[in-house]
């Protein structure tokens, strides 16, 4: 048990300083029909896992404007992650094709806006994987938490 | 100025031991544009919605959050609250403090805070919240059958019946399918033409149902509702009306050999002008112009012309295409089977006594080939010992397919037993991998051809079949007992492969609807929602969805026809609201949004003066086919296009009330 | 086209033969050869069995140098050779890890698409089937021909895209350029027992068995071949089987490159036809006879 406590500790101290990096926001912009409902069943099924995150949702990850994770850091969130249907199970057959070649070609954009890359996570998660939407949080959770507080400076200054 | 108010809900201490709903309470009626903030037990219940309904009134609310569960479980209930209050039911917000907070955090003061955002969010949505109608479709009351096999003539029956008109479309002369090609039906061996051939006359006299035989689809548009069809019927050369069917014509015909009947599977020879099969309906002969000698040969034959008592044969008959239009579409195209020629060493092909069970049947029937006595197709000799060999294309990714055909199984069975009822003291072997007989009467079917019809079952694999002296050699394994096998057959059938018809992804294509990698059509959910496509208002039944056997067939027809006949009941098809919407004043039409649409639901407007003067094209939704999911939103350069419910200007709202 | 020959060691042992007449038929057909200097063992039997990186290595070692001497394509006429080097080429291919590895240990890049072929491919794809019909000058017709593939040549299928696995019949082709007539049988990919024919005659002289006499029953002359292990088995066990049977078979086995010297009027000595265990003395002689008729 004393050891548990401890590793909780550690697991709230800041690693590497700098604003939020202990309390992190994280934005997670998700479809309604699978991510949703995949978090919903996590909570139905009583998991636990951080709450540094606020869940955006929307129709279709289709629906996902490149310009909301911009956003989304210009507010201080310091990650965003952006969570659909698996491909080949988009409710609406395509969706989650279009938002993931979206992103591919965001994804440069944005290092050259200056964001780490390492806050922005794209994944699939389906209305039955309430675990996998538990871990990914946490091990995202965490991974923002081990990062530097800067590079989102571009984004924050008054 | 927006009224909104706030209702959070404990849900008894489901949300109120975690989250301090009272300080929820407190915050929400600190943002601007609250006017109301309110705390209770249990919102979902009858006094929670009449305190809602209550204050809506009171205090004249232009929008509502409710902090509570899932959207997906009470956002219905509660819109519908607010609708008796004549509040457009999409100014109601749910924040999800109860699957997103207070079941998955511990931390009390945490989950407060994150509940509080969740709350804020949803305000600040709410009140950028516009009026949104629900859509209403007129419904073109005729439904459109394509493929007249089982399932199609089933849906056809079943619409028909309901007392909605049908076009049925068959590709060939003839409807009936692959179910007329069948002898005798496992597992009850009542005879298919016995059972089919009502079901088809039926259809052809079905007042309600307008027939079109050996006629093509050749191109649909439109939408649930106001589908556009075009059919394509195909030069018969025989006036139908005027055709008896005495069948003179194709007894006068020269051309009685080199033609292989494909009703037979090339077991037999058909004439030019021919009836694919004596019970064909319509009872109509088809002229092949690709064999006709009057065709081939300048027209100087026309025997069945002259031998034709109405004079019903006119060799100048053109394709003709006929237009339509319907209200709803069942796609039931059916299947066939794979090509085994990959199979080498099992010799398809190359010695004619190894066959397809397609053609083994064409051998059991009595209408057959061989009028139901089973012959060798190489001699005429009626063989002793038959191999019969499952999974040849199925499940096996390699060379053929990896999914099972479903069927295989259980006509093998019954082709074992009704050999051995035909052949006595015949003897046959099966190689199976696995027997699948999960339907009614299946498994013991599959015992009885085991136990009192003798048939040898092997669990393995056939590597080679070859011939020696006049015996087929099939050499396989017994995985079983470990040994391997040689067995001297006088016939071998393979189980092949069941594939969609060829050319249904064509068809897909044009009716918009998806399909597989193997081309079989995809159903909008597989467990919830088998009978529609992902198109609205195109169902699907049989084979053309992915193999499955007889009574499955009748009941995917049947449940298509059902799906109509509910949608029919109703004078318009009404769709949520929130859907995509163009702004036509800032349109540039670059379409861009036409080609992420999975729906086929832009299309191209001209908007003119009143003279007639053509101003600008843009981009149209069509209200039918958009089910809202923003695609196009997103493709769009210009931002003229958003989808009502999740506009742009609310998601930076949501995410501005996130800043920290 | 620069076209390099990798010869192994069959060819330039137990079946002589084969390189003598392949050499004499390209001759007559002016078709310039090179062997790959400095080439090693292809792998085959031993190394693929126990180490898969050798078993790549070593046939990647002559492909690797046949790509440094500017060569567009290789011919190894040895059955188990072409597999070896095609097997090799589709593993770098398809796997840039090991291809880093082996190519480090060589200590020579490789990276060519060069074409890889086997004795029917290199006589069908390279030299083409007009080139050698017009070669023909002493036509076969009247001898009847069966092909025996065995299963180096076509499998494993993905890897040797070459044929259909289970019914070729590209020897087939060939042997009715030269006029006679291809036999068909049922046992052209049966197995012939292959290296067990050292440690395990028996089973290799009831594979063998099998298939030669399921071709003397189809009324073959002779039965041609293109893999130097078939022709061992098929050959040099011939006596034995038919001993062991108590059939007598008589069936003499050539390469394919000898049938089409025999076709191409080339004299059979030069062509080593008398280095078979099984003596041809009669076919040839029937040839003759055949061509007299004429």
């Known amino acids: 048990m004393e050891d548990k406590d401890v590793k909780k500790e550690e697991h709230k101290a800041p690693k590497h300083g700098g604003d939020n990096s202990s309390d992190p926001r994280i934005i997670a912009f998700v479809c309604n029909w699978c991510t949703y409902s995949g978090a919903d069943l996590a909570g139905t099924s009583r998991m636990k896992y951080s709450d540094n995150v606020r869940v955006i949702k929307l129709p279709c990850t289709g629906r996902i404007d490149p310009l909301f994770i911009v956003e989304a850091f210009k507010k201080g969130a310091k990650g965003v992650l952006v969570s659909g249907c698996h491909p080949g199970d988009c409710h609406y057959t395509s969706g989650n094709y279009h938002s993931r070649r979206k992103y591919a070609t965001f994804r440069d954009l944005l290092g050259y806006l200056g964001v780490d890359l390492d806050r922005v996570e794209f994944s699939w998660v389906s209305a039955s994987e309430g675990n996998k939407w538990v871990s990914i949080i946490n091990e995202f959770t965490d991974k923002i938490k081990s990062l530097p507080g800067k590079s989102t400076d571009i984004f924050t200054k008054k | ?660 | 086209m620069k076209l390099a020959y990798y010869p192994g060691c069959s060819l330039k042992g137990t079946s002589f033969e084969y390189e003598v007449s392949l050499l004499k038929i390209l001759e007559a057909m002016n078709i310039e050869i090179k062997e790959i200097p400095d080439w090693n063992c292809c792998g085959a039997s031993a190394a693929h069995s126990i180490n898969h990186n050798l078993s790549v290595a070593l046939p990647a070692r002559n492909l690797a140098i046949a790509e440094k001497d500017g060569y567009e394509s290789v011919l190894a006429p040895c059955a188990a050779c072409s597999n070896r080097l095609k097997n090799a080429a589709y593993e770098l291919k398809n796997d840039d890890i090991l291809k880093k590895k082996i190519t480090d240990s060589l200590e020579m890049p490789y990276d060519s698409e060069m074409s890889i072929n086997n004795m029917l491919e290199f006589l069908i794809g390279t030299v083409g089937k007009d080139k050698i019909k017009s070669m023909v000058k002493k036509p076969l017709s009247g001898l009847k021909v069966a092909s025996y593939y065995g299963c180096l040549l076509v499998r494993p299928p993905k890897v040797m895209q070459f044929d259909d696995p289970e019914n070729p019949v590209t020897m087939d082709e060939l042997v009715a350029l030269t006029g006679a007539e291809p036999v068909d049988y049922s046992f052209k990919t049966e197995c012939c027992g292959a290296i067990n024919s050292l440690s395990k005659p028996d089973v290799v002289m009831a594979l063998t068995g099998n298939v030669l006499y399921d071709i003397k029953k189809h009324g073959a002359d002779l039965v041609v071949v293109a893999c130097p292990l078939c022709h061992s088995n098929l050959d040099v066990r011939q006596r034995e089987i038919e001993r062991k049977y108590d059939e007598k078979l008589g069936l003499p086995v050539l390469f394919i490159t000898e049938l089409l010297g025999l076709s191409f009027g080339i004299d059979p000595k030069d062509l080593a036809i008398d280095g078979h265990m099984v003596a041809a003395d009669r076919v040839l002689k029937k040839i003759e006879g055949l061509a007299n008729q004429r």
């Not at chain 2, 407190?26 to 919605?49: F, N, R, T």
């Not at chain 2, 007989?437 to 015992?447: C, D, L, N, W």
């Open chain 2, 1 to 660: 100025m927006s009224r909104i108010g706030v209702f959070v809900c404990w849900c008894g201490s489901n949300i109120a031991g975690t989250v301090d709903v009272e300080k929820v309470r407190e915050e929400a009626a600190k943002i601007p544009g609250v006017v109301s903030a309110l705390d209770y037990k249990y919102m979902c219940s009858d006094p929670g919605q009449n305190s809602l309904r209550n204050i809506i009134k009171e205090k004249n609310l232009t929008g509502i959050v409710l902090a509570a569960c899932s959207p997906h479980m009470h956002e219905n209930t509660f819109r519908k609250a607010a609708a008796k209050e004549g509040l457009n039911p999409y100014f109601v917000e749910i924040a999800n403090i109860r699957e997103q907070v207070s079941w998955v955090h511990e931390d009390k003061e945490r989950a407060t805070a994150k509940a509080v955002d969740l709350m804020k969010m949803m305000v600040e949505k709410v009140k950028r919240d516009r009026p949104i109608e629900d859509v209403r479709v007129p419904l073109n009351k005729k439904a459109l059958v394509i493929g007249g096999g089982i399932a199609g003539i089933q849906a056809a029956l079943d619409i028909a019946n309901g007392g909605v008109e049908v076009i049925l479309v068959e590709k060939e002369p003839s409807i009936g399918g692959r179910m007329i090609q069948l002898d005798e039906t496992f597992p009850t061996l009542d005879c298919s033409s016995c059972i089919m051939t009502p079901k088809m006359v039926e259809a052809n006299q079905h007042p309600n149902i307008k027939l079109y035989t050996y006629s093509e689809v050749e191109d649909i548009s439109g939408y649930i509702g106001n589908f556009k069809v075009k059919i394509k019927k195909k030069a018969r050369s025989v006036v139908e009306k005027d055709c008896t069917g005495c069948g003179e014509c194709w007894n006068a015909c020269p051309m009685h050999k080199n033609v292989k009947s494909e009703f037979n599977v090339n077991l037999s020879e058909r004439t030019a002008i021919y009836v694919p099969f004596p019970q064909a309906v319509p009872l109509v002969p088809v002229l092949d112009r690709s064999v006709c000698l009057h065709f081939k040969k300048g027209g100087k034959c026309q025997k069945c012309y002259d031998a034709c008592g109405p004079k019903c044969i006119n060799f100048d008959l053109q394709d003709e295409i006929i237009e339509e239009t319907v209200g709803a579409i069942v796609a039931s195209t059916g299947y066939d089977l794979m090509d085994t020629s990959m199979y080498g060493e099992y010799g398809y092909g190359k010695y004619k006594d190894v066959i397809s069970g397609l053609q083994f049947e064409r051998l059991l029937s009595a209408s057959g080939p061989t009028e139901g006595v089973i012959k060798r197709p190489s001699d005429g000799k009626t063989p002793q010992t038959i191999v019969f060999v499952q999974c040849v294309g199925s499940r096996d990714p390699e060379k053929g397919v990896p999914y099972c055909s479903k069927v295989c199984c259980m006509y093998t069975a019954k082709h074992a037993k009704l050999f051995a009822h035909k052949v006595h003291g015949s003897q046959s072997y099966v190689f199976y991998i696995d027997i699948r007989s999960t339907s009614k009467g299946y498994e013991e079917f599959v015992r009885g051809t085991m136990e009192q019809d003798g048939a040898i079952y092997l669990r393995g694999r056939v590597s080679k079949i070859y011939e020696d002296e006049g015996k087929l050699i099939v050499k396989g394994a017994d995985t079983l007992s470990g040994n391997q096998v040689e067995i001297a057959a006088d016939m071998v059938v393979l189980a092949t492969g069941v594939i969609p018809k060829k050319g249904s992804d064509k068809l897909a294509q044009m009716l918009g609807i998806s399909y597989d990698k193997y081309g079989f059509f995809t159903e909008s959910h597989p467990k919830l929602r088998p009978a529609e496509s992902s198109t609205a208002g195109i169902f699907l039944a049989g084979m053309a969805q992915g193999p499955r056997d007889i009574p499955e067939s009748v009941v995917s027809g049947s449940a298509a026809a059902s799906k109509i006949l509910g949608l029919f009941s109703k004078n318009e098809y009404e769709v949520e609201g929130t859907i995509a919407n163009v702004n036509e004043a800032t349109c540039v039409a670059c379409f861009y949004c036409q080609r992420v649409c999975a729906y086929n639901a832009i299309s191209k407007k001209e908007i003119k003066d009143r003279s007639g003067k053509l101003i600008k094209v843009v981009a149209n939704v069509n209200p039918g086919l958009c089910t809202g999911c923003g695609a196009c939103v997103n493709a769009c350069f210009s931002k003229s296009i958003d989808v009502k419910g999740f506009m742009d200007d609310q998601i930076y709202a949501e995410i501005k009330a996130l800043a920290v």
